[in-house]
């Protein structure tokens, strides 16, 4: 009889999408990472342009369109003061696309992959879905991730270390000395840094730094998309920069299961990237009154919030039965177990929706908490 490999029956379907499911038609959905603002118009005009004139048409290149992968190594000379050449980067379907290439390119069956927990769903499920075995790590009270606790964990089985900042679920943002300890972890203990970068733009206090600066190695690959600093996650488009001996290896699995990038999204991307930056700077200061307006609503409830430094994303002390209180009352927030068991006792809250839908929905929150006190 036909039977399922046991790497797929090692993962399972996402509780953000469960929670999704459960909710009503018009619920207020505080559970969606996704920005509520338009993908710039420069970027929505040059995939029409490519489209019309017929650039997007056929296959591109394994890695991407020249034009994009100039404007990625550009982007990280402007924002992260790297050297990354265009021959280094692989244009890839969305930043999730970017992950499981990392994973598979360089976790061997039954090697280990140190994630943090709570953590984004996919680290765990990718590292299964690649034969490896995610290693959680507890994160520290402002729920940002420990440089001891990583170097803690690895053993002689170890592949890779994931660090996200700033970070999903928490918001969380590391700092400089803690990504250049990431750094140094992959340089002394010859293992992997996967690094994260997606909602890199999203920071409201201090500054993102990638540990690929601080690396004496090439053991650091970033891994990052046009998803949410500028409101494409439905143009699918996020790119992987590394060495390239580690990106030789990478793009034999995406030409093998993706073959390209779609063609209009690379033309997209590139402008974007290489455009006005303007709507990303808007963006940001409205998450950043959001932020603001919520963590006031939280504290009025009496929750419990380390206060996010980045991302749109908060993640008060939930006290049980208050998610399921949420869901009944028309919003929807994630529970913390949906991220790792270190995420129990938490829920995820994302602001990434109207400031006056925000104020309504904390409203509700506010009866929620009562009516489990």
Sequence with gaps: ?????????????????????????????????????????????????????????????NAGIPDLREAVSDKHARDNDLDVDPDEVIATAGGSEALHLAMEAHVSSGEEVIVPDPGFVSYAALTHLAGGEPVPIELREDLTMSPAAVEAAITDDTAAFVVNSPANPTGAVQSEEDMREFARIADEHDVLCISDEVYEHIVFEGEHHSPMKFAETDN?????????????????LGWIAASERRTD?????????????????QYAAAAALS??????????DAFEQRRDVLLDG?????????????????????PEGWVDE????????????????????????????????????????????????
């Excluded at 650091?220 to 699918?236: H, L």
């Excluded at 290896?249 to 999204?265: E, G, I, N, T």
């Design 298 to 318: 939280l504290a009025d409830a009496g929750l419990d919030t380390p206060t996010p430094e980045g991302a749109f994303y908060a993640m008060p002390d939930a």
């Design 1 to 61: 009889m036909t039977d399922f490999s046991n790497r797929v029956e090692s993962v399972a379907i996402s509780g953000i999408r469960e929670v999704f499911e459960a909710a009503g038609g018009d619920a207020i959905n505080l559970g969606l990472g996704q920005p509520d603002f338009p993908t710039p118009d420069h970027a929505r005009q040059a995939a029409v342009d490519a489209i019309e004139s017929g650039a997007a048409d056929g296959y591109t290149s």
């Design 220 to 236: 650091v690959v970033v891994v990052n998309a046009c998803s949410k600093a500028y409101s494409m996650t439905g143009w699918r």
């Design 326 to 373: 949420c869901l009944d009352r028309g919003v929807v927030v994630v529970p913390g177990e949906a991220f790792g068991d270190g995420g129990e006792g938490y829920a995820r809250i994302s602001y990434a929706t109207g400031i006056e839908e925000l104020k309504d929905a904390i409203e509700i929150m506010d009866d929620a908490a009562n009516a489990v006190r």
């Design 275 to 284: 455009g006005p930056q303007d709507p990303v700077h808007e963006m940001v």
């Design 249 to 265: 290896r990478m793009l034999r699995v995406h030409q093998y299961v993706q073959a390209c990038a779609s063609a209009p999204a």
